[in-house]
């Protein structure tokens, strides 16, 4: 099946799959390491705030003339402590290849800040500073540094060990740290040195050769190079040419070079193209090294060589740590996992081993003879182990001695056997040497900045490459050093070049743990078998249980200038088992990571003190709760409003001072115009809503949040409440088991008689109609007999059979015993069903009592005529002695006069016969509309702002009857 | 007091009519601890459709994906892979993992948001918590059942997704070993430790969007602001996340510890720093969001 016949479902795979990673990978985005991290810098990333504010002096030193006789003047700063008053040790601050003296600046004002009158120069042939580049020349370049010395023995606020002789460091990386190592060589007065990723023999570090005839060395890094040239760093060199064409032409000078000294120019420029270096090239590079000058006597010496380095290996400090050795010195080694190709993680920790190594060595309060003998303010051995996953700076670890110098036990070797399946490998050089196998990105800090790519089929091209696995590692290894391994190679040129490499491999996948090569040249003739032994590249390994290893053979390497030629080489191996250096060192704990992780210290102390005041809390509303009030004179009290008052967030009166009680049997009806505060007084009654000040009682149990009481009552609140998706049935038994009271007690065969719903009590409630779910409230309510009854509003939405069906239940409900308290807004209905009624208007019960005490009395006379009587008529009646009050409502076919009096019913008849109205009925008893707008009107009368105050009886009754 | 009380006389003590013995306070107790008894909450919940489709969904799912995988037809994924979806194909273990992997972060959300946030405003929204609570319920006791009610679901789906992909997955790509992805295998035993726990770190990370919707759906009574809320939370937690100038500040946004499990998974020796923090600042969040809105919820007028 291919994906052209079926476009459609590639699609959607497609899209599907994009969704997947979309989800999967979207926010991971930002846990990739950000790209300054890999910046080829080695010096410390500063906090800038901690830098003392120390601006430098610019001075020029004229120093030794270029060998044309050419003057040549140093740029440099000075930095002084604040504190100038008495003399200070000195320290030179030597710059890295393409810098100056501006990039030493952070550190310069550090180290002035803490005391040491600070001296950074511009080297020759960089920034402002005469001359050219010699790549140091000890009678130039090198020569520079016994002139800054000289420049600091003249200042008198530098401290003096004997006339001319300053209290001097001296610190640099790379170009600089070449600087300090060999200044240090050939100037006695230099009292201490910090030599950061620099080289031993400038000739093996740019033509590196990594086949050795030597056996292992006692040191763990040592490689001693056969005789014969290496490999050409054809990447690291372009990037030397880069930056010193950058610095543009000298005048008369070849353009091509740049500031470059045109001899060595020429030489670099030829190795370039051949890959081929001169013997005249070789000596001079060789020359300009430390290896060259060291001789039997050096000042203490801290190495800091970095793993990720693909330009000065561990190699080379190696070599210079077994010099440094030989002078009796006193001497300590850090590797980290810095380097040229990225910054060390632990960059903050080696900064401080440089500046506890001057601080000690440069002690200004002892002699300079009895503070070199003091003892090492650092480990004598300190590297990184490589870093695990999303660890922030690498795991150091510590020996008490480099092993195999001063005595030390050599570095222990173990072997691990190579698999006996591993062919015999015929590797292929292309013609023109390409495509070339990458490895290493020199100075751009190394594949493993690209994150988890896979890089190994980048490396291991088809043909030209090979490789021999190791059998599966049975426990944890830590490698420190070199591992070696003795290969065969037979050819068919007369000039081999391989590149071999280290890799990890577990499951399937290769990765590579350190992003080094180790080049290797031999020449022989065609066809003839020889051995070699193999350097791989020094770091330190760690090999997992259960992970096999992996040397991967390349012909071509493209930060590597190889031969051109076309040519087949088997490779196989000449010995069964990789060897390699080990070590058990002691883990060095971090400053700041001691101890427990702070930060999930401090959340847990958090969290922990916050679930104690929540504990508290609760224990304290128990306590609260269990004290609740309890007023024995009104257990038999159905229901007490007592003084209730509620005011919303609005500043809105609800509820003002409302107090009223119903007893045992009475139907109560709550009535009001709308914002009366009838809903809200009921919400009290329930604990829904807490009141400002005042109390309901039921029982005698003062009603809060969820009180126990509310057991006993049963309510229909502002419509009924239910889960759409169940039944009705499921509804009435999903409420009881909520109340967690046995089921036999609900009563269900009762209630559902009051719900009549008939066959839709087992239809999903979200179906039932307006009435059929208000039923369904009122039977919920009913649930259990509660001893108080709440019901707002209950004939909404019924009609007249049902509403009529509903009053006998009500009442034959409260004559249990129970009470019911109803709130209607159809004034002839609460007249029909309740025997008691209080009437709320604007936040305040305006009357209450008994109906049949509010709609009937002795003094009143309603009779009905047929149309409004005239105002003489109406006056005429008022004037009669003993007639309190006249009242009409016209009802269009009939009108009701309401006259009060005290006189009997026959004296006010006749005066009303007497007024000329057409008497058609005479009645005692008003309707409850009528006192209710009475009582209404009363209120309002009192309060002449109310709106409606001025509207006519009629109208007011039409709002109501709307309701 | 208005008086009502003139009438008493016309009381009818009839037939059925309560006992006033019954009604002393110490009896009253009794009932609470029974009042909606996660039995019944559970029981609200399961019926309701929303939570029959969140399970449906997540059962579902893996069938999609399978589906989905089996629709490449391109060459074999399963060898060198150093990416999840890459090796998902490989066996039951690597599927179920990346199953859990591409719904954890936000699937899982928004289920745990719905599952604990939306239980409250449901009952608000069908005016049927003012029945609850005069049932009586203590407003406590119905925060306690409804949460925990809600975090027994979230935790069911989420232990349901992985073992419903892991069945799935052995029996359509086989019960191979899990493969690390960049390389290395998990013996079963490890694996199943190793995802037991990381399916408790996926729970617990979960926690915070589910005390932001409980506390927001408890304040606002709306069940789409909870979830809502929550998932907003989170997504500008997460933008925040990535804004590198914030630095260490960082660690203290929800959900920045989110994929710390994946450490279990990915790595034979894991480090277990970032699970612990994680853990904690999980616990922290659901615990500060789960009291506020108990605070609220106490003294809150019920006006729905």
């Known amino acids: ?963 | 007091m208005s008086d009502l009380t003139e009438t008493s006389g016309d009381r009818v003590p009839a037939e059925g009519a309560p006992a006033a013995s019954a009604r002393e306070p110490s009896g009253q107790q009794e009932h609470r601890h029974g009042a909606l008894s996660y039995a019944a909450e559970w029981a609200r919940q399961l019926t309701r459709r929303r939570t029959q489709w969140i399970f449906g969904i997540l059962v579902v799912l893996p069938v999609i994906f399978i589906a989905a995988f089996a629709l490449d037809d391109g060459p074999s994924r399963g060898e060198q892979g150093t990416r999840f979806v890459d090796i998902a194909t490989s066996g039951g273990p690597n599927f179920s993992v990346f199953v859990l992997l591409v719904s954890g972060e936000l699937l899982l959300y928004i289920v745990a948001a719905l599952l604990v946030g939306d239980p409250v405003p449901a009952e608000a929204s069908w005016s049927s918590l003012r029945y609850l609570l005069t049932a009586p319920v203590r407003r406590a006791r119905l925060l306690t059942s409804k949460l925990l009610v809600g975090l027994s679901a979230l935790a069911v789906a989420t232990i349901l997704l992985p073992l419903w992909s892991l069945l799935l997955g052995g029996f359509v790509y086989g019960m191979s070993d899990y493969q690390i992805p960049g390389g290395g295998e998990l013996d079963s035993a490890t694996f199943w430790s190793r995802i037991a726990i990381a399916i408790g770190y996926v729970f617990v990370a979960t926690l915070p969007i589910a005390g932001i919707a409980f506390l927001v759906g408890v304040r606002t009574d709306t069940p789409l602001a909870a979830v809502g809320a929550a998932l907003m939370v989170y997504i500008v937690a997460g933008i925040l996340d990535s804004i590198d100038a914030l630095g260490d500040w960082r660690k203290a946004l929800p959900g920045h510890y989110g994929r710390e499990w994946l450490e279990l998974l990915t790595t034979t020796d894991p480090d277990w720093t970032g699970m612990q923090r994680g853990l904690l600042w999980s616990l922290l969040y659901f615990t500060i969001f789960v009291v506020l809105g108990y605070r609220v919820f106490r003294r809150k007028d019920i006006l729905s």
């Open chain 1, 1 to 963: 099946m291919s994906r052209a016949r079926h476009p459609r479902r590639a699609l959607w795979a497609a899209a599907i799959s994009a969704l997947a990673l979309l989800l999967s990978y979207a926010p991971l985005a930002s846990a990739e390491p950000s790209p300054e991290d890999f910046a080829p810098v080695t010096s410390t990333p500063a906090d800038e705030t901690t830098v003392p504010d120390i601006e430098p002096v610019t001075e020029r030193i004229p120093t030794v003339a270029e060998p044309d006789g050419t003057p040549v003047e140093l740029d440099t700063d000075l930095y002084l402590p604040h504190n100038s008053d008495g003399p200070h040790p000195a320290l030179i601050l030597a710059h890295g290849f393409g810098g100056s003296k501006e990039s030493l600046r952070t550190q310069a004002q550090e180290y002035a800040g803490s005391g040491y009158v600070v001296l950074a120069y511009t080297a020759r042939g960089f920034g402002d500073s005469g001359g050219r580049i010699h790549l140091m020349d000890p009678g130039l370049e090198v020569a520079d540094v016994s002139t800054l010395v000289d420049h600091l023995a003249e200042r008198d606020d530098v401290v003096l060990d004997t006339a001319g002789d300053p209290r001097v460091g001296i610190a640099g990386g790379s170009y600089g740290g070449a600087a300090a190592l060999m200044g240090s060589a050939l100037d006695e007065r230099i009292d201490a040195t910090v030599a950061l990723i620099t080289w031993n023999d400038l000739a093996q570090s740019l033509f590196t050769q990594s086949a050795t005839a030597a056996a292992a060395g006692p040191t763990p890094a040592a490689l001693e190079p056969t005789d014969i040239p290496g490999v050409f760093k054809q990447l690291w060199g372009s990037r030397f040419f880069g930056t010193a064409l950058a610095g543009g032409p000298v005048e008369g000078g070849d353009p091509l070079c740049g500031r470059f000294e045109a001899e060595l120019c020429e030489g670099l420029t030829q190795a370039a193209e051949t890959g081929e270096p001169t013997p005249e090239l070789l000596e001079r590079l060789r020359a300009n090294s430390p290896a060259e000058v060291i001789g039997d006597r050096m000042p203490p010496t801290l190495l800091i060589q970095g793993m990720n380095d693909s330009l000065f290996g561990l190699d080379q400090s190696d070599a210079n740590a077994r010099l440094i050795a030989e002078t009796g010195a006193p001497l300590a080694i850090r590797w980290t996992d810095g380097g040229h190709d990225g910054v060390s993680t632990t960059a903050a920790d080696d900064e401080d081993a440089s500046r506890a190594w001057m601080d000690t060595y440069l002690d200004p309060e002892l002699p300079v003879e009895e503070a070199a003998t003091r003892p090492l303010p650092v480990d004598a051995f300190t590297y990184a182990l490589p870093l695990a996953r999303r660890q922030a700076t690498a795991p150091l670890e510590r020996l008490d001695a480099y092993p195999g110098l001063r005595g030390a036990d050599p570095s222990e070797r173990v072997t691990l056997d190579f698999r006996r399946t591993n062919p015999e490998l015929r590797l292929v050089t292309p013609p023109g040497g390409q495509p070339a196998s990458m490895t290493s990105l020199p100075g751009l800090g190394g594949l493993s900045g690209l994150g988890s790519l896979p890089t190994y089929p980048l490396a291991a091209l088809p043909g030209s490459s090979g490789a021999f696995d190791t059998v599966v590692t049975e426990e944890r290894l830590v490698a420190v050093g070199s591992p070696r391994l003795r290969l065969s190679v037979t050819s068919s040129g007369e000039e081999q070049v391989l590149f071999a490499s280290l890799w990890q491999v577990q499951g399937s996948t290769a990765s590579q743990p350190r992003t080094l090569v180790s080049p290797v040249r031999l020449t022989g003739a065609p066809g003839e078998e020889q051995e070699v032994t193999v350097v791989l590249p020094p770091a330190t390994y760690v090999m997992e249980e259960g992970s096999r290893w992996r040397v991967l053979l390349t012909t071509t390497d493209n930060a590597f200038a190889g031969p051109r030629d076309v040519r087949v080489d088997l490779v196989d191996l000449a010995a069964a088992s990789l060897e390699l250096p080990v070590a058990e060192g002691e883990p060095v704990v971090a400053a700041g990571a001691d101890g427990p992780d702070t930060e999930s210290l401090l959340v847990g102390g958090v969290l922990l003190a916050l679930l104690l005041a929540v504990a508290a809390a609760a224990g304290y509303r128990r306590y609260q709760s269990s004290r609740a009030p309890w007023r024995e004179d009104l257990a038999d009290v159905p229901l007490v409003v007592d003084h209730l008052v509620k005011t919303y967030g609005d500043g809105h009166r609800a509820v003002d001072d409302v107090s009223w009680r119903a007893e045992r049997g009475q139907v109560v009806g709550l009535l009001g115009p709308n914002g009366a505060g009838k809903t809200t007084t009921m919400r009290m009654m329930l604990g829904l809503i807490s009141p400002d000040s005042g109390a309901v009682y039921v029982l005698g149990h003062r009603i809060t949040p969820g009180a126990a009481v509310l057991g006993q009552v049963g309510a229909l609140v502002e419509g009924p409440g239910f889960l759409p998706h169940l039944t009705g049935r499921q509804n009435l038994e999903a409420y009881w088991r909520a109340t967690g009271r046995p089921s036999e007690e609900a009563g269900f065969a009762e209630v559902l008689d009051v719900a009549a719903l008939g066959g839709a009590l087992d239809r999903p409630v979200r179906t039932y109609s307006h009435g059929m779910k208000q039923r369904l409230g009122i039977a919920q309510a009913m649930l259990g007999k509660p001893d108080v009854l709440f019901l707002d509003e209950p004939t909404n939405g019924l009609d007249p059979p049902q509403i009529a069906a509903m009053r006998p239940i009500l009442q034959a409900y409260a004559a249990t015993g129970r009470t019911v308290v109803v709130s209607s807004h159809l004034l002839s209905e609460v007249e029909m069903t309740c025997s008691h009624v209080v009437v709320m208007h604007a936040g305040r019960v305006i009357t209450a009592g008994r109906v049949d005490d509010l709609v009937a009395s002795e003094d009143t006379t309603v009779i009905d005529v047929p149309e409004a009587p005239s105002k003489e008529a109406l006056e005429a009646l008022r004037r009669t002695p003993g007639v309190r009050e006249v009242e009409v409502i016209d009802e269009g076919d009939v009108a009701k006069v309401t006259i009060v009096a005290h006189r009997p019913r026959a004296e006010v008849v006749r005066a009303a016969l007497d007024a000329d109205l057409d008497v058609l009925a005479v009645g005692s008893r008003r309707h409850l509309e009528e006192v209710f707008l009475g009582v209404i009107a009363g209120a309002q009368g009192a309060d002449a702002s109310a709106p409606g105050a001025g509207q006519s009886m009629i109208e007011r009754l039409r709002q109501v009857r709307a309701r």
